[in-house]
Antibody
């Protein structure tokens, strides 16, 4: 059973870059035909898809965030990462990493527990 | 951009009764719709995908139906653990896009 775990700073200053890593266990990122994704949820609000990366490295992003977001994969560490530049208080959220269960990348059957990132000076 | 609208925002139902949750798309999404359940402090859990297929391990009391712009999640007999928040999510492969609804909270009546 694949498991995902987010890690990274819980506090980021405005205008700086938010960086998070998702470590995958129970399976290799490079062995399956899957998409690996980031989703966020501001406190008390709904869910927002940030973007996804294929195991081969191709990416696609939410158009509303595309100019500030980079997702990358490190198969040697079995991790994938998220960077969001020029953050503001609006980027304060619980950030989840996730994977589709079937390879389509369309929906999310495996989730990390989430990590809260607060943007504040 | 396709907008997903869930209704009602809050649904009050008695334990053991049926709950019917609605999700509407601003334009057709075919059957490319998923439903999730989220308990407080937890990550969402996939319930339904492709509008009507239950995910692995999901009880039969959860069912989904719909296509195009109108979708429904039905919980046939509410258990205590079902009184939480539910989200719909549409997906498309070209252009690649995933959009969530704003959620419906199911509360005890």
């Amino acid at each position: 059973q694949v498991q995902l775990q987010e890690s990274g700073p819980g506090l980021v200053k405005p205008s700086q870059t938010l960086s998070l890593t998702c470590t995958v266990s129970g399976g290799s990122i490079s062995s399956g035909d899957y998409y690996w994704s980031w989703i966020r949820q501001p406190p008390g609000e709904g869910l927002e898809w940030i973007g996804s990366i294929y195991y081969s490295g191709s990416t696609y992003y939410n158009p509303s965030l595309k100019s500030r977001v980079t997702i990358s994969v490190d198969t040697s560490k079995n991790q994938f990462s998220l960077k969001v530049t020029s953050v503001t208080a609006a980027d304060t959220a619980v950030y989840y990493c996730a994977r589709d269960p079937h390879g389509s990348g369309s929906y999310f059957g495996y989730w990390g527990q989430g990590t809260l990132v607060t943007v504040s000076s | 951009e396709i907008v997903m609208t869930q209704s009602p925002a809050t649904l009050s139902v008695s334990p053991g009764e049926r709950a019917t949750l609605s999700c509407r798309a601003s334009q057709s999404v075919g059957s490319n719709l998923a439903w999730y359940q989220q308990k407080p402090g937890q990550a969402p859990r996939l319930l339904i995908y492709d509008a009507s297929t239950r995910a692995t391990g999901i009880p039969a009391r959860f069912s989904g139906i719909g296509s195009g712009t109108e979708f429904t999640l039905t919980i046939s007999s509410l258990q205590s653990e079902d009184f939480v928040v539910y989200y719909c999510q549409r997906y498309s492969n070209w252009p690649p896009s995933r959009t969530f609804g704003q959620g419906t909270k199911v509360e005890i009546k």
